[in-house]
């Protein structure tokens, strides 16, 4: 019953699905739906799949992203921030994780959105939080977030299944074409993003090399 009134292509998305959303969530590349990670969790779990399984599933992919971000910090530096960061939100960020470097990585890696993880991962690389410091502090919230998102699966999933076969299961088809059109729309921006930032590190790159060419 589980499968006949879940979407069939969350079904097929599964574990494997967890993890691809779960590395992209927490990359620069943007998701249509803040939270995707946790939403596609609990729903999984709801519908009878295992939550020890797919919560190590969504660490584990979490953390494929959020080094990714962190190395793109690091590897950018303040390039990566300005490019990434938005102007109104650089300066509160940058003196964060100054100031709080563990607080920093572990309050936006367990709260929900709206509050933002790329910032603080970005410049945690920039600003050289060591990537053993980054990844234990971000596993563990992690880890905690998304075991209490399957407890809650377990827990509530009754009441997503009745949600879903009684107002959301006929919108199904709509809400995968939008959900897949937004997502390939970010993953394209997210793509132009990273690329930009490469043109711009070649650049200061060749303006030092001619810096040291002419004083040289």
Same mark, same amino acid.
């Given at each position: 019953?589980?499968?006949?009134?879940?979407?069939?292509?969350?079904?097929?998305?599964?574990?494997?699905?967890?993890?691809?959303?779960?590395?992209?969530?927490?990359? &620069?590349?943007? *998701? =249509?739906? +803040?939270?995707?990670?946790?939403?596609?969790? /609990?729903?999984?779990? %709801?519908? !009878?799949?295992?939550?020890?399984?797919?919560?190590?599933?969504?660490?584990?992919?979490?953390?494929?992203?959020?080094?990714?971000?962190?190395?793109?910090?690091?590897?950018?530096?303040?390039?990566?921030?300005?490019?990434?960061?938005?102007?109104?939100?650089?300066?509160?960020?940058?003196?964060?994780?100054?100031?709080?470097?563990?607080?920093?990585?572990?309050? &936006?890696?367990? *709260? =929900?959105? +709206?509050?933002?993880?790329?910032?603080?991962? /970005?410049?945690?690389? %920039?600003? !050289?939080?060591?990537?053993?410091?980054?990844?234990?502090?971000?596993?563990?919230?992690?880890?905690?977030?998304?075991?209490?998102?399957?407890?809650?699966?377990?827990?509530?999933?009754?009441?997503?299944?009745?949600?879903?076969?009684?107002?959301?299961?006929?919108?199904?088809?709509?809400?995968?074409?939008?959900?897949?059109?937004?997502?390939?729309?970010?993953?394209?921006?997210?793509?132009?993003?990273?690329?930009?930032?490469?043109?711009?590190?070649?650049?200061?790159?060749?303006?030092?090399?001619?810096?040291?060419?002419?004083?040289?």
């Amino acid at each position: 019953m589980h499968h006949s009134l879940m979407p069939h292509w969350l079904t097929h998305l599964g574990a494997l699905g967890l993890f691809s959303v779960a590395v992209v969530d927490s990359s &620069p590349i943007p *998701l =249509p739906l +803040p939270g995707s990670t946790d939403l596609l969790l /609990l729903w999984l779990v %709801a519908f !009878g799949g295992d939550p020890w399984l797919l919560a190590t599933v969504a660490i584990a992919g979490s953390l494929v992203g959020g080094y990714a971000t962190w190395n793109l910090g690091r590897r950018g530096g303040e390039a990566a921030l300005r490019r990434y960061v938005p102007a109104r939100l650089l300066g509160r960020v940058v003196g964060w994780v100054e100031r709080h470097r563990i607080l920093a990585v572990f309050l &936006p890696a367990v *709260l =929900p959105p +709206p509050i933002p993880l790329l910032p603080f991962a /970005l410049a945690s690389g %920039a600003l !050289g939080v060591s990537r053993s410091r980054f990844l234990s502090v971000y596993g563990a919230a992690r880890t905690l977030r998304y075991s209490l998102i399957a407890w809650l699966g377990v827990v509530y999933g009754r009441h997503a299944i009745r949600l879903w076969s009684g107002t959301l299961q006929r919108w199904s088809t709509l809400l995968l074409c939008v959900f897949v059109s937004l997502l390939v729309v970010g993953t394209c921006f997210g793509i132009w993003k990273v690329s930009g930032l490469r043109k711009i590190d070649a650049a200061e790159t060749l303006a030092l090399h001619d810096q040291a060419a002419r004083t040289g």
